[in-house]
């Protein structure tokens, strides 16, 4: 009876065992299938990512065949920005070579005078030696200014493709242009390139009331007219419009820099405004005679 008992009690923990591995083994079965389909997934999403952040593509080298494209990202604002800075760099290095030969030059006047000299027994001998001063000292600002000039023409150029409407509305772009442009322009004078100042100066009056009332601005513009109205005369294939253009140019700028320095009153308007009119009237009466 008692054997029977325990037959029983083994017979009823046997089946339990076995309940509980086949459960376990099914909970097993299903969190194995869950953490497959997860991976599966996030493989998915992260294939998806991929293909939507970088797609391939390895653009760092691109450069655009078709000119709108290119064009395009010049209106970029950090691509002007970028420009802007490159300008400013040059326009640093043209006026730090400006400035170097003017401090040069300082110290060769100073120089000279500490120098006794008394070797020099007659005055050709001083005439000399102050001559040989002066080209020293002209030669220094002709190579400065020729050196800077490069820079500064650099800097003009990047200005030129900045195309961003935020970068060139700002007010400090314009200022930054006209300082630029008035430095290239003296700088160009002194070495008599007096046709490149030309169209930069009529760029520098355009670019706000302030510069169409700068005096200088229509001095140097005199100069350059009167230097291509002569240039035109003795070139045989200019036409008479051609030479009367510049005239007229030359004596339009002479006038409006008496106007802003004494006014249109003045006896020195009235003064320039005589020597205009018989200019004009010996032109007439030359082109009549031709």
Same mark, same amino acid.
């Given at each position: 009876?008692?054997?029977v008992?325990?037959n ?7 089946c339990?065992a ?9 909970l ?7 953490d ?12 998806d ?8 593509w ?17 209106l ?8 802007? =800075?490159?300008? #400013?760099?040059? $326009? ?8 170097? &030969? @003017?401090?040069?030059?300082? +110290? ?6 500490k ?14 030696r ?19 000039v ?7 150029n990047y200005?030129?493709?900045?195309q961003?409407?935020?970068?060139r ?11 630029l ?20 100066l009529?760029?520098y009056?355009?670019l706000?009331?302030?510069? =169409?009332?700068? #005096?200088?601005? $229509?001095?140097?513009?005199?100069s350059c007219?009167?230097? &291509? @109205?002569?240039?035109?005369? +003795? ?9 009367l253009?510049?005239?007229?140019k030359?004596?339009?700028?002479m006038?409006q ?15 320039i405004?005589e020597?205009?009119?018989q ?12």
């Amino acid at each position: 009876m008692k054997s029977v008992k325990m037959n029983k009690l083994a017979s009823m923990f046997l089946c339990a065992a076995v309940m509980f591995l086949m459960v376990q083994i099914s909970l097993y079965a299903q969190q194995a299938g869950e953490d497959a389909a997860g991976q599966k997934k996030e493989s998915g999403e992260m294939k998806d990512k991929i293909q939507d952040e970088d797609m391939g593509w390895r653009i760092r080298d691109f450069r655009p065949y078709v000119t709108a494209i290119k064009e395009l990202e010049k209106l970029n604002t950090e691509y002007s920005e970028n420009l802007l =800075k490159l300008a #400013i760099d040059e $326009y640093s290095t043209g006026l730090d070579i400006l400035e170097d &030969m @003017e401090n040069e030059v300082v +110290k060769i006047r100073e120089s000279h005078k500490k120098q006794k000299n008394l070797n020099e027994r007659w005055y050709w001998q001083e005439i000399d030696r102050k001559n040989q001063q002066q080209r020293q000292i002209a030669y220094k600002k002709f190579e400065a200014k020729v050196k800077s000039v490069t820079y500064l023409t650099k800097a003009i150029n990047y200005l030129d493709e900045v195309q961003s409407p935020e970068v060139r509305q700002d007010p400090k772009f314009n200022n930054f242009m006209s300082r630029l442009f008035q430095v290239y322009v003296s700088t160009q004078y002194d070495l008599q390139n007096f046709k490149p100042c030309i169209p930069i100066l009529e760029r520098y009056i355009s670019l706000s009331e302030k510069n =169409k009332n700068d #005096i200088w601005a $229509y001095i140097y513009l005199t100069s350059c007219y009167g230097y &291509m @109205e002569k240039v035109l005369q +003795k070139y045989k294939h200019a036409t008479e419009d051609e030479i009367l253009q510049f005239k007229n140019k030359k004596n339009r700028s002479m006038l409006q820099a008496v106007e802003l320095k004494y006014g249109i009153e003045s006896p020195h308007f009235k003064h320039i405004q005589e020597q205009v009119e018989q200019d004009e009237k010996k032109s007439e009466r030359i082109n009549d005679f031709r």
